[in-house]
T-cell receptor, first 113, second 114 residues
Framework: DTEVTQTPKHLVMGMTNKKSLKCEQH?????MYWYKQKAKKPPELMFV???????INESVPSRFSPECPNSSLLNLHLHALQPEDSALYLC????????????FGQGTRLTVV | AQSVTQPDIHITVSEGASLELRCNYS??????LFWYVQSPGQGLQLLLK??????LVQGIKGFEAEFKRSQSSFNLRKPSVHWSDAAEYFC????????????FGQGTELSVKP
C-alpha cells in the first residue's frame, strides 16, 4: 500500500467554524507533512512531524493546529480561518530519517466563506 | 539559501514531439532532487528522483532526467509526448536526510497540441 489518504476531498467552512482535515498512511513512514498550495503556485511546507513529534512549524498562524495522534494519522485542525486561507491542503509522508521521497495524498480543497 | 528554479512557466508541444523541462537548483551540497506531476485539483505524483549515483535516472510514464552538477541542473525529458502528459510539473529539492522537506520550483505547465 503506497497511498496517503486525505479526507474530506472538499470542504467549505465559514470563518467562525471549526473543522479538521485528516490524513492517513500505512506505509510505516515516521515523517508526515502538511503543505498548502494556492492556485497556480507550488506547494509550501507548513508543518513536519517526525516520530509523532512536531519538528518544524514554518511560522504558520495559530488558527491552524496540527496533531499527530499516532504514526499513521495526521490531523489539521482549523479554527477562525480567513478567506485567504482557501487553498489545496496536501498531506505527505516519507520514510524514517528522511532517507526517501515524499508520497502525497490527493489533497483537501478548502474554501473559506 | 536553497532554491529551485524552473525557468519556463508554460510550454506547449505537439503530441509525439520530444519534451525537455528545465530545472536549476542552488544548494550548499548535492541535494535530493525530484520531479512531481500534478493534474488539476489533484495531489502530486512522483515521476522520478535523484539521490546519488547514476546521473541519468529513469522514472515512470517514460520520463527520464539527467543530473548535471556542473550546470546545477536536473532537466526532465521525454522522447514522445502523449496528450495525457498535459499537467503541471514541479521540480523539487531536499537536503540530505530531509527527503520530505521539499523546496519546489514554480512549476511548468505543459500543454499538448493534437
Amino acid at each position: 500500500d503506497t497511498e496517503v489518504t486525505q479526507t474530506p476531498k472538499h470542504l467549505v467552512m465559514g470563518m467562525t467554524n471549526k473543522k479538521s482535515l485528516k490524513c492517513e498512511q500505512h506505509m510505516g513512514h515516521r515523517a508526515m507533512y502538511w503543505y498548502k498550495q494556492k492556485a497556480k503556485k507550488p506547494p509550501e511546507l507548513m508543518f513536519v512531524y517526525s516520530y509523532e513529534k512536531l519538528s518544524i512549524n514554518e511560522s504558520v498562524p495559530s488558527r491552524f493546529s496540527p496533531e499527530c495522534p499516532n504514526s499513521s494519522l495526521l490531523n489539521l485542525h482549523l479554527h477562525a480561518l480567513q478567506p485567504e486561507d482557501s487553498a489545496l491542503y496536501l498531506c505527505a509522508s516519507s520514510p524514517p530519517g528522511g532517507l526517501g521521497e515524499a508520497f502525497f495524498g490527493q489533497g483537501t480543497r478548502l474554501t473559506v466563506v | 539559501a536553497q532554491s529551485v528554479t524552473q525557468p519556463d512557466i508554460h510550454i506547449t508541444v505537439s503530441e509525439g514531439a520530444s519534451l525537455e523541462l528545465r530545472c536549476n537548483y542552488s544548494y550548499g551540497a548535492t541535494p535530493y532532487l525530484f520531479w512531481y506531476v500534478q493534474s488539476p485539483g489533484q495531489g502530486l505524483q512522483l515521476l522520478l528522483k535523484y539521490f546519488s549515483g547514476d546521473t541519468l535516472v529513469q522514472g515512470i510514464k517514460g520520463f527520464e532526467a539527467e543530473f548535471k552538477r556542473s550546470q546545477s541542473s536536473f532537466n526532465l525529458r521525454k522522447p514522445s509526448v502523449h496528450w495525457s502528459d498535459a499537467a503541471e510539473y514541479f521540480c523539487a529539492g531536499a537536503r540530505y536526510n530531509q527527503g520530505g522537506k521539499l523546496i519546489f520550483g514554480q512549476g511548468t505547465e505543459l500543454s499538448v497540441k493534437p
